[in-house]
């Protein structure tokens, strides 16, 4: 599970929603087994109320470079952006 940094974490997240899709493709989460945990493709739209922005590996990496460049110039190894707005603008995607 999670440790506490991204480099940790973002594998972590991979590995879990790729068990998700692949329990999702193959039935296991149909909710014939358990009537009370249902997850389909039909409900994910549902569920996740439509497109999402999010930071893929290319955002993640541009956002690391804008933490590191602002450390650098406090002198410290990094600052960490916390203003989620920001962060998409930097690195998001729609």
Known sequence: GPTGIIGTNIPDAKETAHAICQDIKSGVLDGKKDKNFLISPSTLPRILGG?????????????????????????????????????LEIGGRH
């Open 51 to 87: 497109a999402k922005p999010y930071a893929d590996t290319e955002g993640w990496k541009r956002i690391e470079t804008e933490e590191n460049d602002r450390g650098r110039a406090a002198g410290k190894p990094r600052e960490k952006i916390v203003n989620w707005r920001e962060l």
